[in-house]
């Protein structure tokens, strides 16, 4: 593996943390970075994309970081509205996520260059557009160096209109992330005509994405389809927004075979791949296939392995829990906010076991299927080339301001034609 000399990860650490981690964080060996960084570094090596890890409980953490450290990769940490946000269902949310990795990569002596993402920052409406106004800086100001502003709920004109309000308050050096087409598997498709619209509008305005997430037949949670991801599709869309040097962030990824997913990296210009529920599943100890499906038993309940994972003890409150409550098999991610206490008061052996799952499976994703191992050193070379912690945008300006007014705007959108499927909740 590539090494990364104690003067270079120095200087990195000096010039590659933003002013509000170095605020935060003042005596920190810990590199958390912008997400720009992550995505130049998957962009310099090529083909290659890392894991954006939803941590939704401390041992998804603490694994994702390990499993970093032992493949010499820049990895992304994060956290969406709906696990971590106003309304979170997990004890790890927005504002306690950068100090969680900053605690633990300075106990686990990590080095490797470290993003810390709000993902799926939702916008339905008004009301959430205001609410961000004051939300957004907040959470930068508790240590997120990324964000994907995600109104992808709403019609394509009102999408573009939110996002170019909302851009004002992301602050230029993070990593940023936009979104067309909710999550929600074969349907409501993303489309070339619509992915353009949200970028071109969006360029007009000088705002410039590092990622654009699509509806490319993914969804989020436990995958009940053969669907999957649409390599195609997404490559067709990549490819046309090539002037504008917009990655792809893939969203769902649990579901999907290796096999898939090595064709997103391969074969499309995505660098951002989340994982969400496997990691979770891992984490508590139940059997997941190759997709990262947990399995079920005849009965249909989860394959709990008792030499993994949390203590069967625990877990059969935990299910008993959800029974009570009536959850289907998708809800049990409701769980760890009222199990996270309880899980971490776990012996330890019991806790090592479940981190190191985590690990295992990730570091499998990192160096056999996304291509990322090695590009730790190619962060921190980003970062000494820039001389900061702000590498600056991949494109400039492309687009004529003056035909992306907020008529216009209307005008455009009123003459796509698109499918957007059926309504529900599609957040995680």
């Not at 979170?88 to 969680?100: E, I």
């Not at 557009?129 to 109104?151: H, N």
């Not at 969804?219 to 869309?237: C, D, R």
Request: aromatic share 6%; proline share 4%; with cysteine.
């Amino acid at each position: 593996m590539a090494a990364v000399s104690l003067k270079d990860f120095t200087k990195a650490l000096e010039r590659g943390r933003p002013p509000s981690v170095v605020q935060l964080f003042p005596n920190s060996k810990a590199l958390i970075v912008s997400g720009k960084v992550i995505d130049r570094a998957m962009i310099t090596k090529g083909k290659a994309m890392t894991i954006a890890a939803n941590g939704r409980n401390q041992f998804i953490i603490r694994g994702a970081l390990k499993a970093a450290q032992r493949a010499n990769a820049a990895i992304i940490v994060e956290i969406a509205k709906s696990e971590g946000g106003a309304g979170a269902y997990c004890a790890v949310n927005f504002w306690n996520l950068a100090r969680l990795v900053d605690s633990i990569a300075n106990e686990l002596h990590i080095t490797v260059p470290v993003a810390i993402h709000a993902d799926h920052y939702g916008i339905k409406g008004d009301a959430d557009v205001e609410r961000a106004r004051v939300e957004i800086p907040s959470m930068f100001d508790a240590g997120v160096t990324s964000i994907a502003v995600d109104a992808s709920h709403l019609p394509d004109e009102q999408n573009l209109l939110a996002s170019i309000e909302l851009a004002q308050y992301v602050p230029g050096w993070a990593g940023l992330e936009t979104e067309v087409g909710e999550i929600k598997g074969k349907e409501g498709l993303s489309t070339l005509e619509e992915a353009l619209f949200l970028v071109q509008g969006l360029n007009a305005h000088n705002i410039f994405p590092d990622w654009i997430a699509l509806n490319n037949g993914t969804t989020h949670g436990i995958e009940a389809s053969e669907a999957g991801i649409q390599v195609e599709l997404t490559s067709e869309i990549h490819k046309a927004l090539e002037p504008y040097r917009i990655s792809g962030a893939q969203h769902g990824t649990s579901g999907n075979s290796s096999e898939r997913l090595r064709k997103i990296a391969s074969e499309t210009s995505t660098t951002k791949a989340n994982v969400a529920t496997a990691l979770q599943m891992i984490s508590w100890g139940v059997k997941v296939n190759d997709y990262g499906n947990a399995q079920l038993a005849e009965n249909g309940e989860f394959i709990k392995d008792s030499a993994a994972g949390a203590d069967d003890g625990v877990w059969a409150e935990m299910v008993g829990y959800a029974t009570e409550k009536g959850w289907k098999k998708g809800d049990y991610k409701k769980l760890n906010l009222p199990f996270e206490n309880k899980l971490l008061g776990q012996p330890g052996a019991v806790r090592d076991r479940m981190v190191s799952a985590v690990e295992e499976f990730t570091y499998g994703l990192l160096t056999e299927v996304f291509n990322a191992a090695d590009t730790a050193p190619l962060a921190i070379e980003a970062i000494l080339s820039a001389g900061s912690f702000d590498p600056g945008p991949k494109v400039g300006r492309i687009e004529d301001p003056h035909q992306w007014t907020k008529v216009k705007i209307s005008e455009r959108a009123a003459a796509i034609d698109s499918d957007k499927g059926p309504a529900g909740d599609f957040e995680d």
